[in-house]
């Protein structure tokens, strides 16, 4: 079973709750799921910044709990039913952390132990990390559809340490290939830095 959870919260509400950025928001989904300080996280969440205020968005295979500073009002949950995934075309929405892996090398040419992730900066790029996906979540995308809108970066605090992610918003048309892989990369996300509100596949039945 997958909930969709449908958070709004005016900038007023989520300033005074001290939601700063996304490390602060993910702590904040997290206080949907009460009772569960050493378990893996398996939701996944999208911010977005709208005219009225924040939407936060949690797609669960638990049934989140209303935290007491969330107002009734500001709360919206629904199960997703299991047809909505057995269609076959879909508008979609993917805010990702698109990267590569990079190595050094050491000063007699040897690849170093530890090697590090940079973002990925090209159209070119950035489609063909779709593609890859995309291939990997047992879907296809239309490539003439898809607009790759760069959202720069994002600065975070974890535990005293600063960090910074660079987000990009993928948009266009996809078709399902392999029914089962889609689901799974629905409920898993898609890329990395999804604990930073990265990697949930917002999708839209298409006729």
Same mark, same amino acid.
């Given at each position: 079973?997958?909930?969709?959870?449908?958070?709004?919260?005016?900038?007023?509400?989520?300033?005074? /709750?001290?939601?700063?950025?996304?490390?602060?928001?993910?702590?904040?989904?997290?206080?949907?799921?009460?009772?569960?300080?050493?378990?893996? @996280?398996?939701?996944?969440?999208?911010?977005?910044?709208?005219?009225?205020?924040?939407?936060?968005?949690?797609?669960?295979?638990?049934?989140?709990?209303?935290?007491?500073?969330? +107002?009734?009002?500001?709360?919206?949950?629904?199960?997703? +039913?299991?047809?909505?995934?057995?269609?076959?075309?879909?508008?979609?929405?993917?805010?990702?952390?698109?990267?590569?892996?990079?190595?050094?090398?050491?000063?007699?040419?040897? +690849?170093?132990?530890?090697?590090?992730?940079?973002?990925?900066?090209? @159209?070119?790029?950035? /489609?063909?990390?779709?593609? @890859?996906?995309?291939?990997?979540?047992?879907?296809?995308?239309?490539?003439?559809?898809?607009?790759?809108?760069?959202?720069? /970066?994002?600065?975070?605090?974890?535990?005293?340490?600063?960090?910074?992610?660079?987000?990009?918003?993928?948009?266009?048309?996809?078709?399902?290939?392999? +029914?089962?892989?889609?689901?799974?990369?629905?409920?898993?996300?898609?890329?990395?830095?999804?604990?930073?509100?990265?990697?949930?596949?917002?999708?839209?039945?298409?006729?």
């Amino acid at each position: 079973m997958t909930h969709l959870t449908q958070i709004d919260l005016p900038y007023e509400l989520a300033a005074t /709750l001290r939601l700063r950025d996304s490390y602060d928001w993910h702590q904040h989904a997290w206080q949907c799921f009460p009772g569960r300080p050493k378990d893996t @996280r398996d939701f996944l969440t999208r911010l977005e910044d709208r005219p009225e205020g924040f939407r936060l968005l949690i797609v669960s295979p638990h049934e989140p709990t209303r935290p007491d500073r969330c +107002p009734p009002d500001s709360w919206r949950n629904r199960t997703i +039913p299991e047809g909505y995934f057995g269609r076959t075309r879909y508008a979609f929405q993917l805010r990702a952390n698109p990267t590569k892996k990079v190595t050094s090398l050491n000063p007699d040419g040897s +690849p170093k132990k530890n090697s590090r992730r940079v973002p990925l900066r090209t @159209r070119e790029e950035l /489609l063909a990390w779709l593609q @890859r996906k995309s291939e990997q979540g047992g879907f296809r995308v239309d490539l003439e559809t898809v607009r790759t809108i760069p959202q720069g /970066l994002e600065r975070f605090t974890k535990a005293g340490a600063r960090g910074t992610h660079t987000a990009v918003e993928f948009r266009g048309v996809l078709e399902v290939t392999d +029914p089962a892989a889609f689901h799974a990369a629905f409920t898993r996300g898609i890329g990395s830095a999804k604990a930073f509100g990265f990697g949930l596949l917002v999708i839209v039945p298409l006729q």
